[in-house]
C-alpha cells in the first residue's frame, strides 16, 4: 500500500487530480529478480549476473536492467492513483523515458508520481503522469517517465 494516494470519485474527476503528487512504499530488488528478468528477456550481460566481475566493475555490484526497472512502474505507481467508478485502466505508453541512474542489486525503489494532465478522449481519460522511481538513499532517480494511461469508466 503507498504513503499518500490520489483519490477521485470518478475518470472524470481526474481533471480535479492535476498538479497533485503521491509517494509509494518502499521495494526490494532483488538479485534472484534480476536473475529471473535476465532468463526472460534473454539479457544475460555481466553486470546483472556475475557478483565476481560485477565487483570490479563500474557499479561495484550487481545491477538491475533498466527495463527492469521500468516493468516494475505498474507494482510501483499503480497504487498512488485510486479512481472509482473506473471499469479498467490501460497502459496507453510512454512520451518520455530516462534511465538516471543504476539500481543495485538489493537496493529499495519507490515510485514518486505526480498527474499532469486528465484529457477527455472517446474510451474514457487519458491520464498523463510524471513518474520517478527513487533509489533509497541514492542522489539520482533511477528513472523518470511520462506515463500514459487510459481510464475506461463503468457503463
Known amino acids: 500500500m503507498s ?7 470518478s475518470p472524470a474527476a ?8 503521491a509517494t509509494g512504499e518502499w521495494f526490494e530488488v532483488t538479485q534472484e529478480r534480476i536473475s529471473a528478468f535476465a532468463d526472460a528477456t534473454e539479457d544475460h550481460q555481466w553486470i546483472h549476473l556475475d557478483a565476481e566481475k560485477a565487483a570490479a566493475g563500474p557499479f561495484g555490484t550487481t545491477v538491475a536492467h533498466g527495463y527492469l526497472t521500468l516493468s516494475l512502474l505498474p507494482h510501483l ?4 492513483i485510486a479512481v472509482d467508478g473506473a471499469a479498467m485502466v490501460m497502459n496507453y505508453g510512454l512520451d518520455r523515458l530516462r534511465f538516471l541512474a543504476p539500481v543495485p542489486s538489493g537496493a529499495r525503489l519507490r515510485a514518486r508520481t505526480e498527474v499532469l494532465a486528465a484529457e477527455p478522449t472517446p474510451r474514457g481519460v487519458r ?3 510524471e513518474v520517478t522511481v527513487e533509489i ?16 475506461v469508466p463503468s457503463q
Open 77 to 80: 505507481a499503480s497504487s498512488l
Open 14 to 21: 481526474l481533471a480535479d487530480a492535476v498538479g497533485r503528487t
Open 136 to 151: 533509497e538513499g541514492a542522489e539520482k532517480p533511477a528513472l523518470v517517465a511520462r506515463t500514459l494511461s487510459l481510464y
Open 3 to 9: 504513503t499518500d494516494v490520489i483519490a477521485v470519485a
Open 127 to 129: 491520464l498523463a503522469c
